[in-house]
């Protein structure tokens, strides 16, 4: 069973990230790939990079909050997603705070080669 078929409840978070990983052929997250949306034309949500938010985030403004430079929320699609990969060490700091702070572990990360 493909890890997309598979209950959230049913797979960690950290988990999820890498089965999905694997499934994609490794590298990075594709816009809007991850963040419960599709992407389209119309709404190319989540900027491509290493990091995501998944598809299981609760959308509690956490991130939002503590990093408004990265993160973003489309109030039609009630969906939050990275507006910007993090690019310098103090970005790098926050993503991996807000990573301690998701109360539902929904930030994706593909690894320092993505």
Known sequence: M??????????????DVRIKNQEMGGGEFSAGQYCGMP???????????????L???????QCRDAAPTL???DPDLHVTYFK????????????DEIQSLCPV??????????
């Open 55 to 61: 598809p299981h985030c609760i959308d509690c403004d």
């Open 39 to 53: 992407s389209t034309a119309e709404s190319p949500l989540g900027a491509p990079g290493r990091f995501a938010v």
């Open 84 to 95: 910007r990969q993090p690019v310098s060490a103090h970005d790098f700091a926050l993503v």
């Open 2 to 15: 493909a890890a997309a078929d598979r209950p959230v409840s049913a797979i960690a978070p950290e988990q």
């Open 105 to 114: 572990h929904a930030i994706g990360d593909a690894g320092a080669g993505a």
């Open 71 to 73: 993160f973003d929320r």
